[in-house]
């Protein structure tokens, strides 16, 4: 199941200003995950996902995803059947399974003529005033 959650702005001030919609798409919407068995990716699950993020966008919002599934898509690239469950192991199939998973994103998304960049936040990030202005700002 996709859980897509929506955060609108304060009603928008002028006509420049766009709903922001915040889609977060969680690793179970993106991949089949069997025991036993390399994950699979669930295509028309994505696909789903670009036709209602390019229909928000034909709709006039803003729209940010996010999306995890980097260790998922790391075990795909690496061929492993089971998930890594020490810290360190996750951390390197992440490693391996983020850029594959933007460039799926970046694919699919371009069918549409939506770019789409990348954007690593730490928690950190919406503590700092100035890295969170910074954050703010590259949105």
Known sequence: ?????AI???????????????VKIGTSSLLTEVP??????RLSSMGRIIEVVAELRRN???VVLVSSGAVGFGCIRLGLRQRPTDLGEKQAVAAVGQSYLVRMWE?????????????????????????????KRTM
């Open 107 to 135: 694919d699919l998304f371009s069918t549409h003529g939506i770019k789409v960049g990348q954007l690593l936040l730490a928690r950190t990030d919406f503590h700092h005033r100035g890295r969170f202005q910074n954050m």
């Open 36 to 41: 036993g068995q390399t994950p699979c990716v």
């Open 1 to 5: 199941m996709t859980t897509m959650v």
């Open 8 to 22: 609108q702005q304060e009603t928008p001030r002028s006509k420049s200003q766009k709903t922001l919609v915040v």
């Open 60 to 62: 006039g919002c803003n």
